[in-house]
């Protein structure tokens, strides 16, 4: 009999009719109540009285499979899409004054305001009320913005530039910056009416204010800060590339007022409808009934058992081959998605100078195998930060990377099956390994899957079958031959590509030494 691994790898589902699903009741982050934005809570929002970006994704269907997918509540680290919090906008680069725009301002009026080396960070929604009337002090958030970085706009908070303290109305700045309020007046005075005959339109300045110009606007609610970068910023703050980095930020404001539930967001559910649709992989057999007579009367044995036995065999080998071909053909269109999804480790690295000729040594070849689950750390990695679940937990490999696994101190032959087929090799730190001919997987590569052992449904693959074996039975025909119909009635679904990845070994030893002559 072969080896069965699909069953292992991913999921297998016996249907009971050919309507069968797997549903999924998936929670999303919903716009207001009254269909208003929240986009201006996510980093990645651009700003712009017309803004055609879509950060919430509320457009999209929320497959799992999109390339910007919508992600569900428990994928999404986002901390505030439901909070008084909203980003600032950010018009030009980090240096010199930064005037912060606490009132709903159109981009016209940005292009409108000019200073001699100040940039503008304005907060375009109206949540801020008149005059920025509606901001709340002390929970200014300052941050670096790389538009040039790989999904910037979802590090962007990490990128601290400074924060405000909340009794001072001070900024503490990041190292490599200095932030400084260009009054030192606290910023819940600014809007006090005591405080209007101080602002610019009248020539008049804040107390301790030597420069009008510079003075904190309490009527237009504006807000003057200073950052600076130090020498040593580029060391400091690796994200910081010059003339790149912009600025950004977020604030919060009070939504006591907000009667109609105009800024409150709500959580939307939908339901995600995975149907099968069987279809059949089917194989014939034929004999004579002189080969029967021939088998049964010299050798005791059974031509339709023999055949039939075969035929069913195959059509098992081969849903093994087709699963894990699948596996691999959805692992390899990840990497368009993201590069990280095809990993390469260099399996020659402690060997020499770590090039081909170096690989074909011993030294530091088996030091280097130690390492290689660092390889499948990063991939679990890699899909863990995509969608915030999920790693590596099976691999199915290439004869050559499979060899390669053998020599980690972590290999197990636990679970290792006959070696004909698709087969499991053994465990690799508690993971299956499956070897599989390079005709399914390259001779030095590894697919790697996630599979979630308490929840078949929380899998990369799910494979339905209705009928695992079916014969049509044994036809007798004039010229005394006989045949039959052997047929498996099955369908599958991707359900999530991102729990797919594939490690490439490079250098490997014996790829390198293949075919050469002693």
């Known amino acids: ?65 999109a390339d910007d997918f919508r992600k569900a509540l428990y994928e999404d680290t986002r901390d505030r899409p439901n909070d008084e919090l909203a980003n600032g906008i950010v018009e030009g680069e980090i240096g010199g004054e930064v005037t912060i725009h606490f009132r709903k301002m159109a981009a016209a009026d940005l292009a409108g305001i000019s200073g001699e080396n100040a940039e503008h960070a304005a907060f375009l929604s109206g949540k801020w009320g008149v005059n920025g009337a509606n901001y709340v002090d002390g929970y200014t958030m300052i941050y670096g913005y790389n538009p040039s970085e790989r999904r910037a706009s979802e590090r962007a908070e990490q990128h601290v530039i400074a924060m405000q303290d909340k009794r001072s109305g001070e900024f503490f700045a990041a190292p490599g910056f200095e932030v400084t309020l260009v009054k030192p007046v606290l910023l819940r005075d600014k809007f006090f009416n005591k405080l209007q005959a101080y602002n610019t339109g009248n020539g008049n300045v804040m107390p301790g204010s030597t420069d009008a110009a510079k003075a904190i606007n309490a009527s237009v609610g504006d807000l003057v800060i200073e950052i600076k970068t130090t020498d040593d910023v580029a060391k400091k703050a690796p994200w910081y590339v010059e003339g790149e980095t912009r600025i950004a930020g977020f604030a919060r404001f009070n939504s006591e007022g907000d009667f109609e539930g105009n800024y409150l967001g709500e959580v939307e559910i939908q339901l995600a409808d995975y149907q099968f649709k069987p279809r059949a992989t089917a194989i014939g057999v034929s004999w004579s009934q002189l080969t029967e007579i021939t088998l049964e009367t010299s050798y005791g044995l059974s031509a339709e058992e023999l055949l039939v036995t075969s035929a069913s065999q195959e059509i098992r080998a081969a849903l093994d081959y087709r699963a894990i071909r699948l596996g691999y053909a ?66 199915v490999a290439g004869p050559s990377a499979c060899s390669y696994l053998k020599l980690n101190k972590q290999w197990s032959s636990a679970g290792k099956q006959a070696q004909f087929g698709a087969h499991q090799e053994g465990t690799l ?88 002559r002693a």
């Not at 982050?29 to 970006?53: I, V």
């Not at 997987?441 to 449904?457: A, R």
């Open 330 to 395: 959805v692992a390899k269109t990840n990497a368009s998605m993201n590069p990280n999804y095809y990993y390469v480790f260099d399996a020659a690295y402690n060997s020499g100078d770590g090039n081909a000729n170096a690989a074909r040594g011993k030294d530091g070849y088996t030091d280097n195998a130690q390492t290689v689950l660092s390889a499948f750390d990063t991939v679990g990695n890699i899909i863990y930060n995509e969608i915030n679940r999920g790693g590596v937990s099976r691999l």
């Open 429 to 516: 730190d508690g993971m299956p390994v499956f070897k599989v001919p390079n005709t399914i997987i390259p001779e030095d590569e590894i697919l790697c899957v996630w599979k979630d052992d308490q929840n078949e449904t929380e899998v990369s693959i799910a494979f339905g079958t209705l009928v695992p074996f079916f014969s049509t039975g044994i036809i007798q025909r004039k010229n005394f031959y006989k045949e039959a119909g052997i047929a498996t009635y099955g369908d599958y679904h991707v359900l999530n590509r991102r729990f797919l990845a594939i490690v490439k070994l490079s250098n490997l030893k014996d790829i390198a030494t293949q075919g050469e």
């Open 1 to 65: 009999m072969p080896n069965i691994i699909r069953n292992k790898v991913f999921s297998d589902f016996a249907l009971e009719t050919t309507k069968d699903t797997i549903q999924y009741v998936r929670p999303f982050w919903a716009k207001t109540a009254n269909g208003n934005d929240l986009n201006d809570r996510d980093p990645s929002y651009t700003g712009g009285p017309n803004d055609p970006e879509d950060p919430f994704e509320y457009s999209k269907g929320g497959d799992f499979n």
